[in-house]
């Protein structure tokens, strides 16, 4: 149990930035959503950034995880580092510069005509975030978690106050709600035409400010471009690039596909961009459950890679599958048991959506416990069955969401996601075993899994119509349930009730 305490310590240190990150970005949903009453207005943005999803992948090649396999040793760690930051740099500014010449025919494909400016900065936030990954990449490589977390942090902080400043500050002064003699001021800043876009562009300028944060990082590393020495590498993450978009194809596909597969009027009163952004918005509430799969993966690779030959590694990455699985169900049930509180984030215009939060967040669980299974074949250089796993899990999003989304909507989407995830987290179960056994308890997780999906189903059956009364049940349900995981695991987690205290004193 004290390796379990040593990663829970860890993931909670990293998840700092990623909890409070998260909980700010759901305030910021809460920003954008009563800003912009038109869900339209939103459906730009929220498409771009599905794009920079896959592009995400793209820049950086896995190379964030081929780090850890080649640089777990101390002294090699520097060398590499140098190495394979000098190709991230070479390959990002490669990519942004087609890009940043390309911005006119590539706005123009995805329908919004007249906002180069967004693939602008686009390309130089994609470019910049890709090496500021490897710098982060050996902050968490050197245990250095600390300063990991400051420049996670300040990063977060400068989106956030910027979208406060331009969207709240700036745009209510502009509109003469206070401040009035501010006005010359504000509009110096904030110009109505640009609207959304300002999101786009605080995010531009964290980007450039953590690349400075990250100064430091960058006193030490010298280029180098030995192409003998890197091909293993690569070698070793393009089976992870591969997975990764296939994997960021699987989660965004049905962002991608709605707008164009969805029938005109299906949801009354709606059009098409607006049931888009609705489902745009409400799905970043379900990304809640990253913020426990983000977390551990930041304390778990390094951990494991550093203990890859150790006799007891298996038992350890069972015993903290357990805990960490029992993390994304407790959170499955706190969110889903409140959404009626939750859903008060959104404003009123986009919380018709709100239904598929629950489905969503069982998605993300189930890639959850991929991703920490997965562990098995990035140990045993076997990466190529992360791409036949997220490849399965590709096809079989693409043809469910062509299915279901003309006949469900976004229950559709909801659903397809759920139904991959969970064939790619059997899949990845599966062939583990076979080829890198480790013994997960499967059978208390799963008892977990079932009562919490009993719980969230009738939960959303029994309607309480009093507001307060309905809240408080659904807090003392979550509560009741984790107070049923700590006495069951009572022995596990080195408690002691009742007959304790007689019994030390006989």
């Not at 580092?81 to 006119?104: G, K, Q």
């Not at 074949?377 to 003309?406: E, R």
């Amino acid at each position: 149990m004290s390796v379990v305490k040593k990663l829970a310590s860890d993931t909670a240190l990293y998840g700092l930035s990623s909890i409070v990150g998260r909980f700010l970005n759901w305030l910021l949903v809460a920003v954008h959503t009563r800003v912009f009453h038109q869900p339209k207005l939103l459906a730009d943005n929220n498409q771009l950034y599905i794009y920079v999803i896959l592009l995400n992948i793209i820049y950086t090649y896995g190379m964030e995880t081929a780090f850890f396999r080649y640089a777990n040793k101390k002294e090699n760690r520097q060398e590499y580092y140098n190495l394979i930051l000098s190709y991230i740099i070479l390959t990002s500014i490669i990519f942004s510069v087609i890009i940043f010449f390309c911005a006119t025919p590539l706005i123009n494909w995805m329908g919004f005509p007249g906002k180069e400016r967004l693939i602008v900065w686009f390309a130089i936030i994609l470019a910049t975030d890709a090496i500021a990954a490897i710098a982060f990449v050996k902050l968490r490589a050197e245990g250095r978690s600390k300063r990991f977390v400051f420049i996670r942090m300040t990063n977060i902080f400068i989106n956030i106050g910027l979208n406060a400043f331009y969207l709240m500050f700036c745009k209510y002064i502009h509109e003469g709600l206070f401040l009035q003699s501010w006005k010359p001021f504000a509009d110096f800043f904030y110009n109505p035409a640009i609207g959304p876009d300002y999101i786009v562009w605080a995010n531009f300028i964290a980007s450039l400010l953590t690349i400075l944060l990250l100064w430091r990082e960058f006193l030490d590393f010298r280029f180098n471009f030995n192409f003998e020495k890197f091909k293993p590498i690569f070698v070793y993450a393009y089976p992870l690039l591969i997975m990764g978009l296939a994997g960021a194809i699987n989660q965004t596909a049905d962002r991608v596909m709605f707008r164009e597969i969805l029938p005109e009027g299906f949801y009354q009163g709606l059009s098409t961009d607006d049931a888009f952004s609705i489902y745009a918005n409400v799905y970043k509430l379900s990304i809640f459950m990253l913020l426990v799969v983000q977390a551990y993966r930041y304390a778990a690779d390094p951990f494991f890679f550093s203990k890859a030959e150790d006799k007891n590694s298996p038992a350890m990455i069972a015993l903290a599958t357990k805990w960490f699985t029992i993390s994304c169900i407790l959170i499955w049930v706190g969110v889903s048991v409140n959404i009626d509180l939750i859903s008060l984030i959104l404003g009123k215009t986009y919380r018709s959506g709100i239904i598929v939060v629950p489905i969503l967040l069982l998605a993300n669980l189930f890639i959850g416990v991929y991703q920490n299974t997965a562990i098995w074949f990035k140990l045993s250089d076997k990466t190529q069955y992360g791409t036949y796993f997220t490849i399965a899990g590709m096809v079989l999003t693409i043809i469910l969401n062509i299915i279901l989304i003309p006949r469900m909507g976004y229950v559709g989407c909801a659903i397809t996601f759920a139904i991959s995830s969970f064939v790619m987290m059997v899949l990845c179960y599966y062939y583990g075993q076979k080829h890198y056994p480790i013994p997960y308890e499967l059978k208390s997780v799963s008892t977990y899994l079932i009562i919490a999906a009993i719980l969230i189903y009738v939960s959303m059956q029994v309607k309480i119509e009093n507001t307060i009364l309905s809240i408080s049940l659904h807090i003392l349900l979550s509560l009741l349930f984790l107070v049923g995981i700590v006495f069951l695991e009572r022995t596990s987690l080195g408690l002691r009730f009742g007959k304790s205290k007689k019994k030390s004193l006989e």
